[in-house]
């Protein structure tokens, strides 16, 4: 099993971008389905954005599209979600997380079997 590593965050403007990046441990990376969720105080973690480790097919929820974009290089065993026009409302903690041989690209948390430390986005307005 990998074990995966948040980084890339901070504090950032609105309007203004960062890329996070998600390094994965172990020679199996590429058997992951990789996940971006993020969780706001007092909110759900929610879905943001993954991409299916057989085709490379990428999903992004509705309030995310045409600003972030999720990305992978298997040789470098990493992940990265590059987020762009950045709003107040994006402020969260940001996790990746790996769904292994995973049929379809998955948006349930419960369907992720490792999860990363997560890493602070916040944007001031």
């Known amino acids: 099993q990998v074990q995966l590593v948040e980084s890339g965050g901070g504090l950032v403007q609105a309007g203004g971008s960062l890329r996070l990046s998600c390094l994965a441990s172990g020679s199996t990376f590429s058997r992951y389905t990789i996940g971006w969720f993020r969780q706001a105080p007092g909110k759900e973690r929610e879905f943001v954005a993954g991409i299916y480790w057989r085709t490379s097919d990428t999903s992004y929820a509705d309030f995310v599209k045409g600003r972030f974009t999720i990305a992978r290089d298997n040789a470098k065993n990493t992940v990265y979600l590059q987020m762009n026009s950045l709003k107040p409302e994006d402020t969260a903690l940001y996790y990746c997380?790996?769904?292994?041989?995973?049929?379809?690209?998955?948006?349930?948390?419960?369907?992720?079997?490792?999860w990363g430390q997560g890493t602070q986005v916040t944007v001031s307005s």
């Open positions: 997380a790996g769904d292994v041989w995973g049929y379809s690209l998955t948006r349930e948390v419960s369907e992720y079997d490792v």
